[in-house]
């Protein structure tokens, strides 16, 4: 992946304040700015949103490159009479400038390829709107909640489930009970421990904070079983589909408090033995990913696991910290950040590869980000996020792309994209895509 492309993703997410503390100490770094966070936010923001409007690219290019400089000179000059080095800001300046003048013609593009509709797609049939916030909460005694769409996720607490605003999950939504949901058909009152299941439909996304401070967000097509309260020896939960999860440090009893998540702890070094990361003191509760094919063990960290019955392939992607990912047989393998083991069904091994840690966060936040990706790849996310069945029509699926866009944009808008660059054409009828050679 180009640097360009990198740090253009960083500035979407900042700006988008999905951030993490790593991401941010990244994209700080790259322009020498530890200590002026206020120039990248102050001038992307607003130069971003003040050429929105603009029409002439070219009009509007010159003269975002022209006021972010002005803006940096002014900047440099300031730090500069009070001793800072000038050759580190001009150089951090220089880089800026470019950067930003690349990224703005990739964003200027998508926006407004997205924005307009050329009468050629006329032609495409209907179109489909992008999925949502949709998710069903199965409790212990088998009656189900359709969770609001308003909503992006739910909180397990000591005493009740609720929405991330703090609203109670309430009686409209059980179709099945007009009773309201108590606390213990909830198993979140008393000592009580049940078995809870979060489902998200083709199409939706819903984020849960489990009962120890983990969360995890659940892509489109996906189920995860939990308990309302964990054990004190362990954390386990069970995943079919995709989900992305922030696991945060749990103690036993003996301790005073849980680590918050993402501190020194997640980022061991990538030289330490299995064993000494995986035997841990009896303080650490372990937390465990269980699939179809195999376990994840983790205790504080963030990382994805794609497990879609219907791949043979479940992966298992870090971001920060160490997991380790073990098939039934025992065969283990411990990843290092920025690794992805592949487990397939008809390999006998574990395959370790760079992961596209890119295209993983981008999904969390809201994007489909692919980078030189196979269109059948795609076509598998994006079946799934407009719940649609895909149709190829000549040799089309081994064809690679690449792409930044918003998943709020229809299916239309999506694969104006692709037909745009030349690389397919389409037709929706009703919930069925047509993929063909262009």
């Known amino acids: 992946m180009s640097t ?14 999905a951030h993490n503390h790593d991401e941010l100490d990244e994209l700080l770094r790259y322009f020498n700015l530890e200590e002026d966070q206020a120039t990248l936010r102050t001038l992307v923001r607003q130069e971003f949103k003040r050429l929105e409007t603009q029409q002439d690219e070219e009009e509007a290019l010159t003269h975002f490159v022209d006021t972010v400089k002005q803006k940096l000179d002014a900047s440099i000059r300031s730090r500069t009479r009070k001793g800072s080095s000038f050759k580190s800001w001009f150089t951090a300046a220089a880089i800026l400038v470019v950067v930003l003048a690349v ?25 489909v709107l992008p999925g949502g916030s949709k998710a069903t909460l199965t409790l212990a005694d088998g009656h189900t909640i359709d969770l609001s769409e308003a909503q992006n996720g739910i909180i397990v607490g000591s005493e009740s489930i609720t929405y991330q605003d703090g609203s109670l999950i309430n009686s409209s939504s059980r179709a099945s009970d007009p009773t309201p949901p108590s606390r213990s058909k909830f198993g979140t009152g008393s000592n009580d421990v049940t078995l809870l299941v979060l489902t998200t439909p083709k199409g939706g996304q819903y984020q849960v904070t ?5 969360n995890v967000w659940l892509n489109a097509g996906s189920t995860l ?21 922030e696991v945060s440090h749990q103690l036993s009893a003996i301790s005073s408090q849980p680590s918050a998540v993402g501190n020194k702890e997640d980022q061991q070094s990538s030289a330490q033995s299995a064993s000494s990361v995986f035997h841990p003191s009896h303080e650490r509760i372990p937390f465990l990913v269980k699939t179809q094919s195999q376990t994840v063990e983790v205790l504080g960290t963030r990382f994805n696991i794609s497990a879609y019955p219907e791949e043979k392939e479940t992966r298992t992607a870090l971001m920060t910290g160490s997991v380790r990912v073990a098939r039934p047989s025992g065969q283990s393998v411990v990843l290092k950040p920025g690794q992805e083991v592949v487990n397939h069904s008809d390999a006998a091994d574990f395959a370790v590869r760079q992961a596209d840690v890119d295209e993983i966060e ?11 990706k196979s269109i059948k790849y795609i076509m598998q996310k994006v079946a799934r996020w407009y719940d649609v069945t895909v149709i190829y029509e000549g040799d089309v699926e081994n064809r690679k792309f690449g792409c930044m866009v918003k998943q709020s944009k229809t299916l239309v808008q999506l694969l104006t994209n692709f037909k745009q660059a030349g690389i397919l054409d389409f037709h929706i009828e009703g919930r069925r895509l047509v993929i063909r050679e262009i």
């Open 362 to 372: 981008a999904w969390r936040n809201g994007y489909f980000g692919f980078d030189d």
């Open 103 to 127: 990224g703005f013609r990739f964003y200027f593009y998508q926006e407004a390829s997205n924005n307009q509709q050329p009468a050629v797609i006329q032609s495409v049939g209907n179109d």
């Open 210 to 214: 489990l009962s120890d401070g983990t």
């Open 225 to 245: 079983k939990y308990p309302s309260k964990f054990a004190s020896d362990k954390r386990v939960v069970e995943l079919e589909g995709e989900a992305y999860f």
């Open 4 to 17: 360009n492309r990198r740090i253009l993703i960083l500035f979407q997410k900042y700006l988008a304040n």
